[in-house]
């Protein structure tokens, strides 16, 4: 008999967090912090769900952010609060992938905290690693 671990496969991972067994396997799989194989099921690596589930959430997850629903925050506020630069919200509203500005009476155009709240759960859960 053989003995197999208890893990999920690529395609298992993929189901979970609504991905492609492709983008798993292709992208999330090749980065330095993604836990090695536990066994194999048939031709399939598994691998251990708490160790994906950690890595997916310090690596891989975007973290929640809180910000005051009726605030106005700045493009460079957002950044400091989110990591999403202000370079990237200015070109994802010019493709129409980031919300208009709630407040356009300065300079500095201003979104409040729950439209830019609505804005993030709309985007991939992916950050870049601190190098």
């Given at each position: 008999?053989?003995?197999?671990?208890?893990?999920?496969?690529?395609?298992?991972?993929?189901?979970?967090?609504?991905?492609s067994e492709?983008?798993?396997?292709?992208?999330?799989?090749?980065?330095?912090?993604?836990?090695?194989?536990?066994?194999?099921?048939?031709?399939?690596?598994?691998?251990d769900?708490?160790?994906v589930?950690?890595?997916?959430t310090?690596?891989?997850?975007?973290?929640a952010?809180?910000?005051?629903?009726?605030?106005?925050y700045?493009?460079k506020?957002?950044?400091?609060?989110?990591?999403i630069?202000?370079?990237?919200i200015?070109?994802?509203?010019?493709?129409?992938?980031?919300?208009?500005?709630?407040?356009?009476?300065?300079?500095?155009?201003r979104?409040?905290?729950?439209?830019?709240?609505?804005?993030?759960?709309?985007?991939?859960p992916?950050?870049?690693?601190a190098?």
């Amino acid at each position: 008999m053989v003995d197999n671990p208890e893990g999920e496969t690529y395609a298992d991972i993929a189901a979970r967090h609504g991905r492609s067994e492709a983008h798993v396997r292709n992208v999330w799989a090749r980065r330095p912090q993604w836990p090695g194989p536990i066994g194999r099921r048939g031709r399939h690596l598994i691998f251990d769900p708490a160790a994906v589930d950690e890595a997916v959430t310090d690596h891989i997850g975007r973290p929640a952010v809180h910000l005051e629903p009726h605030r106005l925050y700045t493009a460079k506020e957002i950044e400091a609060a989110t990591g999403i630069t202000a370079a990237t919200i200015r070109a994802d509203r010019a493709k129409g992938r980031w919300p208009a500005p709630d407040d356009t009476s300065s300079r500095a155009h201003r979104w409040k905290g729950e439209t830019v709240t609505q804005a993030l759960a709309g985007r991939r859960p992916y950050r870049k690693a601190a190098d």
